[in-house]
């Protein structure tokens, strides 16, 4: 099973809304990210958890809140965005977080839109 | 700052033609993976190949790692409708104790019935 799950599938929120997007898998990965992906564009890291822990932020703005509360689940909390982060969220997750080979697989995305 | 060169960005062709697709770097990369994403969707690891030189295939496509670790390629023979999507490439990257995945722009394929 190389099945990572992501819900939901679109969001649409205000800029004063607040929102989760959650993300699992059950492949017994330790590492889990999240990436933003704009049209015609590569994904973005975000976040890096290993271990349950957070490894990297790569300088995203505080409106976005990451959380593992286990090692299968990942979210995302979202407060206060702009138009701009309107872009495809992916979730995806790997054996490690530090290994050679470095596959991440890929969740099919949360479509989010900010009005 | 570590770059990784994707090319043709966009490429439209008749089913049946062959075609391949680049990604080069001026950094040497741990492993290269390749990805193909379908509109909405999340990238689907297609193959990862880690040793320079090393050659893999995957039915019609066959994936190409230099024998530096700093280039790779995609070919697809006599291609399909069903191969049209984008196509991402994604270097894993050791710089110092940071581990990280440099992505080329990706190829979005077309091929036309």
């Known amino acids: ?9 679109h ?3 205000g800029m004063t809304n607040k929102k989760s997007l959650k993300c699992e898998q059950h492949m017994g990965h330790r590492a889990m990210y999240w990436y933003k992906q704009k049209a015609k564009k590569p994904p973005e890291l975000m976040f890096v958890y290993s271990y349950e ?29 702009q138009p701009e982060d309107s872009a ?17 697989y890929f ?3 949360t479509r989010l839109t900010v009005t | 700052t570590q770059l990784l060169e994707q090319s043709p960005q966009f490429l439209s062709i008749q089913e049946g033609e062959n075609l391949t697709v680049y990604c080069n770097s001026s950094s040497v990369f741990s492993s290269l993976q390749w990805y193909r994403q379908e509109p909405g969707e ?23 790692f230099g024998d530096a670790r700093k280039d790779s390629s995609l070919h697809i023979t006599a291609a399909q409708p069903g191969d049209t999507g984008l196509y991402l ?6 710089e110092g104790s940071n581990y990280q995945l440099i992505w080329g722009a990706g190829t979005k394929l077309i091929i036309k019935p």
């Open chain 1, 88 to 104: 495809l969220y992916l979730c995806a997750s790997s054996q490690g977080y530090l290994t050679v080979t470095y596959e991440q």
């Open chain 1, 11 to 13: 969001l649409v929120m």
């Open chain 1, 107 to 109: 969740g099919p995305g």
């Open chain 1, 53 to 81: 822990k957070l490894s990297i932020n790569e300088s995203v703005p505080s409106r976005f809140s990451p959380e593992c509360p286990n090692s299968s689940l990942l979210n995302l909390h979202l407060h206060a965005l």
């Open chain 2, 42 to 64: 999340g990238p689907v690891l297609l193959v990862t190949v880690v040793t320079g030189g090393e050659v893999k295939k995957l039915k019609r496509l066959t994936f190409q």
């Open chain 2, 89 to 94: 490439c994604a270097g894993a990257s050791e």
């Open chain 1, 1 to 9: 099973d190389t099945e990572v799950t992501q819900t939901p599938k």
